[in-house]
C-alpha cells in the first residue's frame, strides 16, 4: 500500500513539475554517473549487499545535493529515508525495503528521461 501511495506522489510531482516546464538540469556526464550509482546499488540490493548498498546510496544523495531541482531535491531526500532504512532496520526486513529501493531506482530513470527531453 505504501509503495502505491509513493507511486501516485511523484507521478503527480513529475506531472506538475512538467507541466510547469520545470526539468532538472542533469550534467550528461553527471546523470549517467548517478544512474550508475542507482542501478548498481539497486543490484546490491538484489544481492543482499545491505552496507555497499547504503555506501551507494549516500554517494547518490550527496552527488544530488548540487543539483537544484524539485525533482532531485525531492528523490534525494527520500533515497536519504531510504539509506538511513537500510542502516538501521532488522536483515529479516531487507527483502520489503528492496521493493522501496527498486521503486527508488525506478523514479530516477524517469527522471532522467524527463530530464533528456529537449
Known amino acids: ?3 502505491i501511495a509513493e ?3 511523484f ?5 506538475a513539475c512538467w507541466g510547469f516546464g520545470e526539468k532538472p538540469q ?18 546490491t540490493m538484489w544481492r543482499g549487499w545491505r552496507w555497499v548498498t547504503v555506501a551507494l546510496g549516500a554517494a547518490f544523495f550527496l552527488g544530488l545535493i548540487g543539483m ?3 525533482l532531485t531535491a525531492v528523490l534525494g531526500l527520500f ?3 531510504g539509506v538511513i ?12 525495503m528492496a521493493l522501496y529501493w527498486y521503486f527508488l531506482t525506478a523514479v530516477w530513470l524517469v527522471i532522467i528521461l ?3 527531453q529537449t
Open 85 to 96: 532504512a537500510l542502516a538501521v532496520i532488522p536483515a529479516s526486513a531487507l527483502r520489503t
Open 26 to 43: 542533469l550534467i550528461s556526464r553527471l546523470g549517467l554517473l548517478f544512474t550508475a550509482l542507482l542501478l548498481v546499488s539497486a543490484f
Open 114 to 116: 524527463i530530464a533528456s
Open 7 to 9: 507511486t501516485v506522489f
Open 1 to 3: 500500500m505504501f509503495l
Open 11 to 15: 507521478f503527480l510531482l513529475i506531472l
Open 79 to 81: 533515497v536519504l529515508a
Open 68 to 70: 537544484i531541482s524539485v
